[in-house]
C-alpha cells in the first residue's frame, strides 16, 4: 500500500520557518519524483517544488525559489521542504505527492500518489 505521512505544519508569523516532512512507503522512492503542491482557500492546486530522486535534480515554483529548499533522505524515504521567510501568501494545505518524474517542472507535474496535506498558516 503507498502512503505519503505529511507533518510539520502549523501556525507561523510572516518571516518565521517551518519545515515539512513527508514520510513515504509502498513504492521504490529511489525510481520516483517526490513534490510538495498547495491549495489556499479558493484557489486551484499549485506546485510547490519537486524532487528527482534518481539524480536529486530539483525544480521550484518562482513564488518560493530562493525561500524553500527540497532534500531527500534516502535512507528514511522521507522528503524534506524548509520554508523560510514565510510570508501570508504561504498559507495553504500542503500535499506531499509522487509521481514517476518532474522532468517539465512544478507547473507540469502530474503525480500518482497524494498524502492527506498539512496546514500551514502564516500570519501577518
Known amino acids: 500500500e503507498v502512503q505519503l505521512v505529511e507533518s510539520g505544519g502549523g501556525l507561523v508569523q510572516a518571516g518565521g520557518s517551518l519545515r515539512l516532512s513527508c514520510a513515504t512507503s509502498?513504492?521504490?522512492?529511489?525510481?520516483?519524483?517526490i513534490g510538495w503542491v498547495r491549495q489556499a482557500p479558493g484557489k486551484e492546486r499549485e506546485g510547490v517544488s519537486c524532487?528527482?530522486?534518481?539524480?536529486?535534480?530539483?525544480h521550484y515554483a518562482d513564488a518560493v525559489k530562493g525561500r524553500f529548499t527540497i532534500s531527500s533522505d534516502y535512507a528514511k524515504n522521507t522528503v524534506y521542504l524548509q520554508m523560510n521567510s514565510l510570508k501570508p501568501e504561504d498559507t495553504a494545505v500542503y500535499y506531499c505527492?509522487?509521481?514517476?518524474?518532474?522532468?517539465?517542472?512544478?507547473?507540469?507535474?502530474?503525480?500518482?500518489?497524494w498524502g492527506q496535506g498539512t496546514q500551514v498558516t502564516v500570519s501577518s
Open positions: 524532487i528527482a530522486n534518481l539524480d536529486g535534480a530539483t
Open positions: 505527492a509522487a509521481a514517476w518524474n518532474c522532468l517539465f517542472g512544478v507547473s507540469k507535474y502530474r503525480p500518482d500518489y
Open positions: 509502498g513504492f521504490t522512492f529511489n525510481d520516483h519524483a
